[in-house]
C-alpha cells in the first residue's frame, strides 16, 4: 500500500457517517447528553449575541459612522442572516459538536477545518475576554451609583487601558467555568433566566431612549462616508457571533436536525430587531461624539434623558447579569469546539476527555478558564474586538462555502433544513463576509497572520501526526 501523498493527507475529509457514529446518532449514546430542548438552545443563541457587543460596541462604532452607524447594523446584520442560513443547513446535515470547524472537516478537508478550528479558538477566547472586560466596565457603574463607590483602576482595567489587572473579570469568567462544569442542561437553564432579564431591559433602554429622540442628533448622518460605515459594520459584527454558538451545541441537543436549524434562524431575528432599536433610540437620545470613550454608555443616556439615577442603575443591573450569560455561552462554545478538535487528535486529547458525573469536558473548561482569564485580565478592551470579528467572519465564509462543495458531494446526505435561493445565498454570503474583513485595520490581519502561523507551526509539528484519520506508511 502506497502512502498518501501530502496533498491527500492535508485535504482528507472526515466522512459525515463517522462523525455522527461518534456521537451515539442523532439519539445520542457518544460522549457527550442529548438534554438541550429548542428554547434553551434559541436561548443560548441570544444569550451569546445579545449582550456581546451591543452595550458597549457602540462607544467604538459610532465615532467611526455616525449616526450612519444604523447602517452599519443593518449591513452586518444582513451578513448574518445569509450567514445563518447556511449554518442551518449544514447543522442540520451534520448535527456533531465543533461547528465550522467540523463542517470544514467533512467538506474541505482537515487543513482548512484545522485552521478554521484555530478562528473558532480565537473567536470565542478573544471574545469572551472582550465581554468580561464589558461585565467590569458595568459593574464598576452599577456600585458607583448604588452604593457610591468604584473597584480601583488598577484593579478593574488591563495594563494599556490605566490599571494594572481586569480583577472583575478574571472573577466573571472563574463563576462561569464553576457553573460549566456541573453541566450543559443546567447551564441551558440559567442562560435562559438571563435571556429573558437582558431583552426586558433592553426594551426598557429603547422605551426611554426614545422619549429624549432628538431628530437633529441624526445629523450629519454619516460624517465618515461610506469607508467609516464599512469599517463600523466590520467592528459591529462582534455583536453576531452568539448565531455560532447554537451550532456548537450539536450534539447536546435533541432532535438536532429539526432544532438546530429553528434555534439558528430564531436567534437571528430576535437579536437583530433588538439591536436596531437599540442602535435607533441610542444615536437620536445623545450626539454622536459624546460616545466615545464612554463607558457604560447605555446606562449613561439613560441617566441623561431622565435626569434621574434609577434607569440606569436597573440598566447597568441587568448589563451586569447579560454580559454573564454572554460570557457563559461563549466559553462553553469553545470547549465544545475544543472537544472536537481533541477527539479528531488536533489537540491534546485531554480537551476531550468527559467526566462520567457531568458528562462536561471538566479538564477543557478549566483550560479555557485559565487563557480567557488571562486575556481578560490583562489585554484592554478595544484590542480585542477587531481580533473576534476576524476569526468571526473567516469561519463563516468557511460555512457558506461549505454549504456549496456538500451538496456536491453529498447531494442524498439527509438535511433538516435547506438554504433557500442556493446558491445565490451563500455566494452572497461568502461576498459580504469579504466586504466586512476588508474594513479591519492592517494591525487585526497582522495579528491574525500571527496565530495562523502559529496554527501551522503547531499543526506540522503535532496535529498531522496525531490525527485520527492518518494512514501509516507501509
Excluded at 131 to 140: D, H, I, K, T
Excluded at 187 to 200: D, L
Excluded at 222 to 249: E, K, Q
Excluded at 363 to 380: C, D, Y
Amino acid at each position: 500500500m502506497t502512502a498518501p501523498s501530502l496533498r491527500q493527507q492535508l485535504f482528507r475529509r472526515k466522512p459525515v457517517s463517522a462523525m455522527v457514529a461518534e456521537t451515539g446518532g442523532d439519539d445520542g449514546g457518544g460522549g457527550l447528553a442529548r438534554r438541550i430542548g429548542p428554547l434553551q438552545l434559541m436561548s443560548f443563541g441570544i444569550g451569546a449575541t445579545i449582550g456581546t457587543g451591543i452595550f458597549f460596541v457602540l462607544t467604538t462604532a459610532v465615532p467611526e459612522a455616525g449616526p450612519a452607524v444604523i447602517v452599519s447594523f443593518v449591513i452586518a446584520a444582513v451578513t448574518a442572516g445569509f450567514t445563518a442560513l447556511c449554518y442551518a443547513e449544514l447543522a442540520s446535515s451534520i448535527p456533531v459538536a465543533g461547528s465550522s470547524y467540523s463542517y470544514a472537516y467533512a467538506t474541505l478537508g482537515e487543513v482548512v477545518a484545522y485552521g478554521v478550528g484555530w478562528c473558532l479558538v480565537l473567536e470565542y477566547a478573544v471574545s469572551s475576554g472582550a465581554v468580561a472586560v464589558g461585565w467590569s466596565e458595568y459593574l464598576n457603574q452599577l456600585l458607583d451609583d448604588t452604593l457610591g463607590v468604584r473597584i480601583p483602576d488598577a484593579l478593574s482595567a488591563a495594563p494599556g487601558a490605566g490599571g494594572v489587572v481586569n480583577l472583575p473579570a478574571i472573577v466573571l469568567v472563574t463563576l462561569c467555568a464553576l457553573l460549566l462544569v456541573r453541566g450543559a442542561s443546567e447551564s441551558a437553564r440559567a442562560n435562559a433566566v438571563m435571556v429573558i432579564i437582558k431583552i426586558a431591559v433592553l426594551l426598557l433602554f429603547v422605551v426611554i431612549a426614545f422619549t429624549g429622540f432628538d431628530s437633529g442628533n441624526l445629523t450629519p448622518f454619516a460624517p465618515m462616508g461610506v469607508a467609516g460605515i464599512s469599517a463600523a459594520a466590520s467592528t459591529i459584527f462582534f455583536s453576531f457571533i452568539g448565531l455560532d454558538a447554537v451550532s456548537t451545541a450539536g450534539e447536546e441537543v435533541r432532535d438536532p436536525r429539526r432544532t438546530l436549524p429553528l434555534a439558528i434562524i430564531g436567534a437571528l431575528v430576535v437579536v437583530t430587531v433588538v439591536y436596531l432599536l437599540v442602535a435607533l433610540s441610542a444615536v437620536g437620545a445623545q450626539p454622536a461624539e459624546e460616545f466615545e470613550g464612554q463607558e457604560a454608555g447605555l446606562a449613561l443616556i439613560l441617566e441623561r434623558v431622565t435626569g434621574s439615577s434609577w434607569p440606569g442603575i436597573l440598566l447597568a443591573a441587568g448589563a451586569v447579569v447579560s454580559i454573564f450569560s454572554v460570557t457563559l455561552v461563549t466559553m462553553y462554545g469553545q470547549t465544545r469546539i475544543l472537544f472536537a478538535m481533541s477527539r479528531d487528535g488536533m489537540i491534546p486529547s485531554l480537551f476531550a476527555k468527559v467526566d462520567p458525573r457531568t458528562l462536561t469536558p471538566v479538564r477543557g473548561t478549566v483550560a479555557v478558564a485559565l487563557f480567557v482569564g488571562l486575556l481578560a485580565g490583562f489585554v484592554p478592551l478595544d484590542f480585542l474586538i477587531d481580533l473576534t470579528s476576524m476569526g468571526t467572519l473567516v469561519a463563516f465564509t468557511v460555512v457558506s462555502i461549505g454549504v456549496m462543495v456538500l451538496r456536491r458531494t453529498a447531494p442524498d446526505l439527509p438535511r433538516g433544513f435547506r438554504v433557500p435561493g442556493y446558491p445565490v445565498v451563500p455566494v452572497l454570503s461568502v461576498l459580504f463576509c469579504m466586504y466586512l474583513i476588508s474594513g479591519l485595520s492592517g494591525t487585526t490581519f497582522a495579528l491574525f497572520a500571527g496565530w495562523l502561523v502559529l496554527a501551522a507551526v503547531v499543526y506540522v509539528t503535532y496535529s498531522r501526526k496525531h490525527s485520527r484519520l492518518r494512514t501509516p506508511s507501509r
